[in-house]
């Protein structure tokens, strides 16, 4: 089945009892045993195991081409269970110059304590790469494209190759492309983690996470980690993200179509300096991102001529795109990464421009779009 289809049906069967077309919210925290041990399909504690989840959870595979997917409360905590399970203290990761703000907080502030080291390597640069995995011999290597908030584009299957020739695993944030755009598992990726909070949810009103492995190999540990660290998905939130999920192709065709034409907008705008969106021609990862990707996103960053103060008056006075965190919903977003986002990356050599805008541009008509950002920037 093609990914469209695949979106709605995938682990989505009927309900066998009554027929419902949508998974019940199975909201239960335990289930009925037909006499000791004896469970109804192995479901005995829904940290354990839940039929909604499970249904996420199959969907989920099924869109990445993966043989498992494991829902959690948050990407975060999707993020700790791989990195707990993968990596055992004295481990050494590689990680992008250019990644989310909490991602580096987590290697940074609490991995770092139990032994977990890390460094910064430009991944456009493979070579450094290369030279960096040849150092340190990492576990993993963590992968980001295109990377937030700058939106570089990394060679997934070039980077596959190093990390596995270092004997290194390949661990993709697919969280801005979303598996319509691009499936890091079939260009060599080992693990997908995704913030379904974003793209995949879509709709701003669920925080959630998810692991993606390509084949069985780390499957046991992890459903066992997922288990007995417990930052599982809940049923309603399940829900919630089998709901978004639905749309994702129709919801990412609308995001890319407004984002290219909110691009093409501020590069010809003479209070932008700068805009950083991989459907330009001119954007140093354009023709990779054509080959790697099936459309270039919908998220544009650009810089403000006139500094941080006015990017942050910017910020202040568009009236459809809302200033907030968070990306991927169906409503324009606008923020300033370097007050916001990536406050936590301040003083770090991910540390990202003062005077940086980030937008995550909605479906809404594209013509509001750009008539709010045009007076926004005055
Ligand atoms: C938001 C985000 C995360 C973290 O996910 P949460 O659901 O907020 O915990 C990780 N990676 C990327 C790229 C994100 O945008």
Known sequence: MKFETQAIHAGQDPDPLTGAVVPPIYQTSTYKQDGVG???????????????????EECLAALEN???????????????CLLRTLCRPGDHVLIPADAYGGTFRLFDKVLSRWGVSYETVRQDDLQAVDRAAANRKPKLIWAETPT???????????????????????????????????????????VVVHSTTKYIGGHSDVVGGALIVKDAAHTADLAFNQNATGGVAGPFD????????????VRMDRHCANAARVAEMLTGHPAVSEVFYPGLSGHPGHELAKAQMRDFGGMVSFRVAAGERAAAEVCGRTRV??????????????EQPARMTHASASGSPLEVPADLIRLSV??????????DLRQALG
């Open 66 to 80: 993966g043989a498992a997917a494991f829902a959690f409360a948050s990407g975060m905590a999707a993020e700790d």
């Open 321 to 334: 795109f809302i200033l907030g965190e968070s990306l991927g919903g169906v409503e324009s977003l606008i």
């Open 238 to 249: 399940a829900w919630l993200t089998l709901r978004g999920v639905k749309t994702l192709a």
């Open 362 to 371: 909605g479906i809404e008509d594209a013509s509001d779009l750009l008539d």
């Open 148 to 190: 937030n908030p700058l939106l570089s584009i990394i060679d997934i299957r070039a980077l596959g190759e190093v990390a596995h020739g270092h004997g290194a695993l390949l661990v993709t944030d697919n969280t801005f492309a979303s598996p319509y755009l691009q499936r890091p598992l079939d260009l060599g990726a080992d």
């Open 38 to 56: 004896g469970t109804r399909g192995g479901y005995e504690y829904s940290r354990s195991g839940n039929p909604t989840r499970k249904a996420l």
